[in-house]
């Protein structure tokens, strides 16, 4: 079955950066868009980052310039490199996959980012 698996998650301060990993097993990688959601206590979940299986990738604007998306295949990993880390970015981290060539969407179980200020 398709799995997700989310690592790096944290506790850093202010202006620190993290670097979360997302596996992806049990689905073609290379057929995938993946993306990055977030959620805050008493939030919505929000789509943070996506980058798509030719590689484009897009922001929210709140991480602009401050986060940046990639993706390995041969790692079948997706990456999210977060940089000038900030309290409002305090959150749970998921990985979010796509498939193009099947129905569905699948979720990794979250990984936990804190910020402290």
């Known amino acids: 079955q398709v799995q997700l698996v989310e690592s790096g998650g944290g506790l850093v301060q202010t202006g620190g950066s993290l670097r979360l990993s997302c596996v992806v097993s049990?689905?073609?990688?290379?057929?995938?868009?993946v993306d990055w959601y977030r959620q805050a206590p008493g939030k919505q979940r929000e789509l943070v980052a996506t980058v798509t299986r030719g590689g484009s990738t897009s922001y929210t604007d709140s991480v602009k310039g401050r986060f940046t998306v990639s993706r390995d295949t041969a790692k079948k990993t997706v990456y999210l490199q977060m940089n000038t880390l900030k309290p409002e970015d305090t959150a749970v981290y998921y990985c979010?996959?796509?498939?193009?060539?099947?129905?569905?969407?699948?979720w990794g179980q979250g990984t936990q980012v804190t910020v402290s200020s």
């Open positions: 979010h996959a796509r498939p193009v060539y099947r129905g569905g969407d699948f």
């Open positions: 049990g689905t073609i990688f290379s057929l995938n868009d």
